[in-house]
């Protein structure tokens, strides 16, 4: 059986897009997230079959390198990384989503910066000897699509847009430069028009279904 990491955002832990203003409203995060068989990571198993298994590591708010001062410093990716990959280890393959919540005013990071922050990321797990004898795990580096239209979420990504889009150039670079798989997410999905940051649950069915055809396509 192969297994399968997924890291990622909550687009990876399966948040539902957002049509309120959060700070009129209670929030409780588990309320907002699509059922096991509606992620992407959940029809990324069902398609694989039983002959892999795959891991959710999806937390709403993780940056890719960024300490997060309202929200937690426990939502970098950098922290969590290496205890999650000794965790779940041995790993045949890790597939890597982030970047878009780095795109915060807050953090005041450019594409570049973000684009070497994944770079460190897969640094991490090409080096962790979490593959199966010790090996390095097959790594798929996936870049978000880029941020859409934005209501509730414009004054805490204002500026984004423009930003976002120059990710995916700098993304594949990172990924020949390293020697992993790439995704261009927005290839195949964009987010919804609803808060223009989260997926539907016919683009994390449309997601699952690529994963799963790349995966077959060029890795297993």
């Known amino acids: ?16 897009p957002i049509g309120f ?5 209670e929030v409780i995060a588990s309320d907002l997230r699509y059922g096991p068989e509606q992620r992407w990571p959940g029809i990324l198993q069902k398609e694989l079959g039983s002959g892999f298994r795959i891991i959710e590591e999806g937390l709403n708010g993780r940056t890719t ?3 997060d001062p309202v929200e937690g410093v426990h939502k970098n990716g950098m922290t969590y990384l290496v205890p999650c990959l000794e965790s779940h280890a041995p790993l045949d393959l890790v597939l890597l989503m982030l970047g878009s919540n780095d795109f915060k005013k807050k953090f005041s990071a450019s594409a570049y910066d973000i684009a070497l922050g994944l770079g460190k990321l897969v640094d991490m797990i090409q080096g962790s000897g979490a593959g199966p004898g010790g090996s390095s795990p097959e790594l798929l580096l996936m870049c978000p699509p880029p941020v859409g239209k934005l209501i509730q979420f414009a ?8 930003k976002s889009e120059q990710l995916a150039g700098y993304l594949k670079k990172i990924a ?3 020697g992993c798989h790439f995704m261009e ?3 195949v999905i964009e987010p919804s028009d609803t808060d223009g940051l989260h997926y539907e649950e016919s683009s994390h069915k449309i997601l699952g279904q690529a994963v799963a055809r790349y995966i077959e396509s ?3």
């Open 155 to 162: 004054l805490m990504f204002e500026g984004a847009g423009p």
């Open 218 to 220: 060029n890795i297993f």
């Open 1 to 16: 059986m192969k297994t399968i990491l997924c890291y990622g955002d909550s687009n990876t832990y399966g948040c539902k």
């Open 65 to 67: 390198v960024f300490d």
């Open 176 to 178: 020949k430069q390293k």
């Open 185 to 187: 997410v927005a290839n």
């Open 21 to 25: 203003d959060q700070l009129g409203e």
